[in-house]
């Protein structure tokens, strides 16, 4: 089973939904928000949010982290990725050598 990862679904507005892939986003929000016509749903990873769903627990979450929380999470990891892209130099082999 794969991990969730943080989705913003813009229907009217937008929400926050904690799911496998974009099309699991998209049906935890039909699920949860039903109405008497069509919306196009549109849902998409996310590692930024809404400042009214800082402290919002997101929809289809498995643990009581903040979408505030889950954002600064993701943010740190991207830093630390873009750091250690821009500065990480394999080392050289030492070929020949037993």
Known sequence: MSEKKLYEVEI?????????????????????????????????????????????????SDDNKTVGQICEELQAEKKKKQYMQKHYRPLPFDIGKK
């Open 12 to 60: 009217e507005d937008r929400i926050y939904v904690m799911a496998e892939s974009s099309a699991e986003a998209e049906a935890v929000a039909m699920s949860e928000f039903k109405y008497d016509f069509e919306f196009d749903y549109n849902a998409f990873e996310t590692d930024t949010c809404f400042h009214v769903w800082q402290n919002e627990i997101p929809y289809n």
